[in-house]
């Protein structure tokens, strides 16, 4: 079965099936748990460190409580898994890490060395938007919303792919029109008036 352009671009493998529902048990699994850890810690009340102790303190004491029993009652004793974190797993997290900080120092470079006024507008758009949206929304609501919307959005685009990019270019378009339009009225002024200050005191 060949894959989707979206299936090999979403990072491939494990990744692309569970954010496209190949893998529905771990869609649904991740779906669950990320609605049941926000109705607990948003809707609940439950605080986040104290309940991730108490269950690691629950857990600690059943195993060893079983440990025990299955020595006196000669059972056999609790399967753990070996779980561990592999040497390759950890290099795969810092290479995407090292990536996305080096894109950050690009753009902190182009705004403050290069003095790129479009990258620092573009930014302070982003930036604003993220703290409009956070005073309506705290950080858990914004984690589940983002796991949620990962979940739905691939789905949906890639079940009505030639709609979404229709609609998408039309906003692009629009998007880049009122963008010149800014940059022509305003930015351009803003770089203009240090040069003219320039001159006048030559």
């Not at 894959?3 to 671009?9: C, F, K, P, V």
Request: net charge positive; proline share 3%.
């Amino acid at each position: 079965m060949e894959q989707s352009h979206l299936h090999q671009s979403i990072v491939g493998g494990s990744v692309a099936d569970l954010i496209l529902w190949k893998n529905r048990r771990g869609g649904f699994l991740l779906l669950g748990s990320a609605t049941l850890f926000w109705i607990l810690f948003e809707k609940c009340g439950y605080i986040f460190f104290p309940f991730v102790t108490n269950i690691q303190l629950l857990l600690v004491v059943v195993l060893f409580l079983w440990a025990k029993s299955a020595i006196l009652f000669n059972r056999p004793m609790p399967q753990l898994p070996n779980l561990e974190i592999t040497e390759a797993s950890v290099l795969m997290v810092a290479d995407a890490l090292r990536v996305w900080i080096n894109n950050v120092l690009s753009v902190a470079r182009d705004i403050y060395v290069e003095r790129n006024s479009k990258q620092l507008f573009r930014v302070s758009v982003v930036l604003w938007t993220v703290s409009f949206v956070g005073s309506f929304l705290n950080f858990l609501t914004i984690l589940y919303l983002g796991v949620v919307l990962s979940m739905l959005i691939p789905i949906l685009y890639e079940r009505y792919q030639h709609h979404i990019d229709d609609k998408l270019s039309v906003t692009y378009r629009i998007i880049q029109t009122q963008y010149r339009k800014i940059d022509e009225r305003l930015l351009q002024k803003i770089i203009a008036k240090p040069t003219n200050k320039i001159k006048k005191m030559q």
